[in-house]
């Protein structure tokens, strides 16, 4: 009898299995991982790390494919409104049966083994992608690179994002140190695709060390920008005239040129027309990524929870302009660099409704109000306990015009897509 008969029930005892939320290594993982045969898949596999940028790469990655034709997996995390969005296969979410299923699997292969969270989740994917055999598996890390779970298994092909400061507890405290710790990725011989222009030496050193063949974007491989156009020039293949991602902001063409490297170190088993990359980067969706919701009051959502996003925010809010006034909903993690991170949005914002993100990391509305500095004199600040009350506040003191950005955390972005739609 499996030990639970519903997804929330199974996730419930997920929280508290392990004694820590997050223990980064291999070992636990691993060994489960061999009981149950799958530590070495028989489909194709990327793997995604970075700071920023990961979940836009996997998305564009899995749309271009997706038009291609070809099967395909893809793990992400976090989620935002439901655990089944972490685990797709052809595009569409895991059923839940098919994850409690899953979930008893690894449960019984564990044995007396303690796994957290995300390692459960990550051999339930695994353990999915093998039985639905796609052809192209895409797997997101969590955390770092070199010790999250994904990282149990070899890539075919590794892809590393932007790097900046995040996650210090875990990674250190610096681009060439949390660099290193993603270019644990990487393997020997194997394709090693860095999608940051200034890429932290500590990742080409790895990849030079295990004899990996190594591209960056601006080096080994380059795009440039025109009128509602781009164009991408790679090793063996260049492409004029590109379709826009749909995914909006500057940032997101490195992505997508990250991902077009990808494409061509796949084109010998994989290969993908141009017609499948227009198409693919044409339809290419992302919840909590810049998501507009129109009216006479706009409402966009970004995730952004970190000081390099929110620069990233800020700028594509300067670039899209509202005639009336721009309300930040904000609520953070308790692991966030507050000021960095408030000081790069505090010139586009008019008023600030700060709010309490449900979580057991959340930080509270009257600490993050604690940790801001150096906001414009006569700032509108209000402290909520909810995210819920800041929208609906924020909504009620919007006049035709206006803009309301709900911003800070995942968790914060969820809570807002919950109590909206």
Known sequence: MPRFNT????LAWQESLHPHKIDLGLERVAAVAERLQLLHPAFTVVTVAGTNGKGSSVAMLEAV???AGYQTGTYTSPHLLRY??????????IDDASLCSAFDAVDTARGTVSLSYFEFGTLAALLLFRQQSPEIVILEVGLGGRLDAVNVVDSDVALITSI???HCAWLGNDRESIGREKAGILRAAHPAICSDAKAPESIENRARELGASWYCLGAEYHYQVGVGKWSWQGVTRAFENLPLPALVGQHQLDNAAGVLMVLEMLSARHPVSREAI???LQTVRLDGRFQLFRG???LVVDVAHNAASARRLSGILRENEVSGSTSLVLGMLDDKDIQQFTRALRAIVDAWYLTTPDSDRGLSSASLLAGMCGLPTGSKVRCFPDTA??????????????RIVVTGSFVTVAEALASHV
Do not use: F, H, Y
């Open 7 to 10: 997804l929330a029930d199974w």
């Open 164 to 166: 900046d400061i995040d």
């Open 389 to 402: 009350s800041a929208l609906r506040q924020a909504k009620s003191d919007a006049s035709a015009g206006d």
């Open 296 to 298: 006479a009051v706009e």
């Open 65 to 67: 494919l997706r038009a």
């Open 278 to 280: 227009e198409l693919g």
């Open 84 to 93: 089944n969005e972490r685990i797709r296969i052809n595009g569409l979410e």
